[in-house]
């Protein structure tokens, strides 16, 4: 698991386009990293389509997203096309940056241990380090004031940090 204050791990990846798309190459502007299970999926898709919602938002505030998960660049390739996403989605199928941010272990569903993503998000500072991370994210999260997106969360959360830097 990363902490908040270390230095984010530094990772390139290929994108849906196959290019290699590094950390470093957004040195001096705020990142969300987020770990998702898998293209196509209910709460994969609507945490992608939250994102692209408020995309507009983050490239506002010069901030970027990148999505990663252990799914294919062709995978990716529908999974943006089908649904209209406006993100960068990282390709990881051996699992280093998973395991290297802390989004790869041991998960419970229905009763049932099994190895695998865990869904989680980090912000990454300007001068690459971690600014908050979160671990086991809900997509969306039921509260007495209505339903709360988990990307609506994450873009009040940067923009408090912002506000502090």
Not at 11 to 38: E, H
Not at 120 to 147: C, L, M
Request: net charge positive; aromatic share 10%.
């Amino acid at each position: 698991m990363v902490e908040i204050g270390q230095k984010a791990p530094q990772f390139c990846l290929p994108d849906t386009n196959g290019n290699q798309v590094c950390l470093n190459d957004f040195q001096g502007k705020w990142i969300v990293v987020y770990f998702y299970p898998k293209d196509n999926t209910s709460g994969c898709t609507k945490e992608a389509q939250d994102f692209t919602e408020l995309k507009a938002e983050f490239d506002k505030l010069g901030a970027v997203i990148l999505g990663i998960s252990k799914d294919t660049v062709q995978s990716h390739q529908k999974f943006v096309s089908k649904h209209n996403l406006g993100l960068t989605l990282l390709s990881d199928p051996d699992k280093q940056v998973h395991r290297a941010y802390g989004a790869w272990g041991i998960k419970k569903m229905y009763g049932k241990e099994s190895e695998g993503t865990i869904r989680s998000t980090f912000i990454v500072d300007p001068q690459g380090n971690i600014a908050h991370t979160w671990y086991k994210v809900k997509v969306r999260q039921k509260r007495k004031s209505g339903e709360v997106k988990h990307a609506q969360i994450v873009l009040e959360r940067l923009r408090q940090l912002m506000d502090k830097a």
